[in-house]
């Protein structure tokens, strides 16, 4: 029989399975406990007794990422981790250090399918999922090697985390359980490129998490030719969805928009982007643009000009601190199998 991952399980699960093999399920705790806290052997769960150790090893693995490269940005103290996974395959995270706290930026997918033209993560396209414990696993063990303590996440690392939506909402599961790491909802970003069903779907949820949608243009024509997930699901249904996601969980959207030179950073753009921004109640969080190697694609020079039409405009916006650029782990730059 082919062994389980017992990480991606929740307590209620293991508990299951404990009274399958005639175990008390109080069980449960203390191993969900154990695995929340980054051991990586069943012999470590010192309190659970060896025969049980034993049936464990039998019926589960337990997920732990590898560091195939840690780096540290000389700026700012940004970490950036490359890890190896149980399969050989990597994907990067980052922790950056704010004054409120450490904040983990996980990966969810090795790879990416949306190929937006801007972003790093789009080289050499997708290749599979993350389980839910491997996007665990990258706040865990970036813990547990820092000794910082990270008291938000943001699912903005590789990946389109409503492209892998059953991981996803698990690891939340996992990750705000009282038992375990108990990160609140609202201390968690989950950032899309904008796939309208998907964002249905996750308002059916009803979590107090933070739903950012990358923007990046207030027309269709500037966003198709930057993202092509535009060209199937056209602004104003990617639009209409939050609309409903604020109507239904009460949280307003943010907006991520990256500053691009000559493409979306017009007076023009900025007096629409504003537009559909009140009406939505939303706060656009601009991003200058980050260099990414081999794209044509240059940051903008009218920043502080653009800042102005939309404060003038009403807009409620505010400019991303660039973290970690000297290491490349800024926004748009992290990568799969990053040269190891
Ligand atoms: N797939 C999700 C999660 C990635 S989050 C999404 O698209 O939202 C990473 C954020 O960084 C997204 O807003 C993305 O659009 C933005 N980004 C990508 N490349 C960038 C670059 N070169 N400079 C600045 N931001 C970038």
Not at 46 to 72: C, D, H, M, W
Not at 133 to 147: G, H, M, R, T, Y
Not at 205 to 215: D, P
Request: glycine share 8%.
């Amino acid at each position: 029989m082919e062994k389980k991952d017992i990480k991606s399980m929740l307590p209620s699960e293991i508990e299951a399975v404990l009274l399958e093999i005639g175990e008390p399920k109080f069980r449960a705790k203390q191993i969900f406990s154990w695995l929340m806290r980054g051991v990586s052997d069943f012999g470590e769960m010192t309190n659970i007794g060896k025969s049980l150790q034993a049936k464990l090893e039998e019926l589960f693995y337990i997920t732990a990422p590898e560091i195939l490269r840690r780096q540290v940005s000389a700026d700012d103290g940004t970490i950036k981790y490359l890890w190896k996974l149980r399969d050989g395959n990597a994907v990067e995270s980052v922790v950056m250090r704010y004054k409120y706290g450490n904040t983990v930026c996980v990966s969810t997918q090795v790879g990416c399918k949306m190929g937006c033209k801007f972003c790093a993560s789009a080289h050499g396209g997708w290749i599979r999922n993350l389980t839910a414990s491997e996007i665990l696993d990258q706040l865990i063990f970036a813990e547990k090697d820092s000794n910082l303590k990270i008291s938000n996440i943001v699912l903005m690392g590789i990946g389109e985390p409503l492209d892998n939506f059953e991981n996803v909402i698990r690891f939340l599961e996992l990750v705000n359980h009282p038992e375990g790491i108990n990160i609140g909802m609202r201390h968690i970003s989950v950032s899309t490129s904008g796939l309208p069903e998907m964002i249905d779907k996750l308002g059916d949820y009803n979590l107090q998490l933070t739903l950012s949608l990358s923007l990046h243009a207030p027309d269709n024509e500037t966003r198709s030719k930057l993202m092509p997930i535009n060209q199937r699901h056209p602004l104003e249904e990617v639009l209409a969805a939050c609309e409903r996601y604020y109507s239904k969980t009460g949280r307003r959207i943010s907006f991520e928009y990256a500053m691009i030179d000559g493409v979306n950073d017009s007076d023009e753009q900025a007096v629409v982007l504003a537009k559909i921004a009140k009406k939505l109640g939303a706060h656009i969080n601009l991003i200058q643009l980050n260099d990414v190697e081999g794209s044509p694609l240059k940051p903008t020079s009218r920043l502080n000009r653009f800042i102005k039409i939309l404060e003038n405009e009403g807009a409620n916006v505010t400019v991303r601190r660039k973290l970690g650029s000297d290491i490349d782990a800024a926004c748009g730059q992290l990568r799969k199998n990053n040269a190891y």
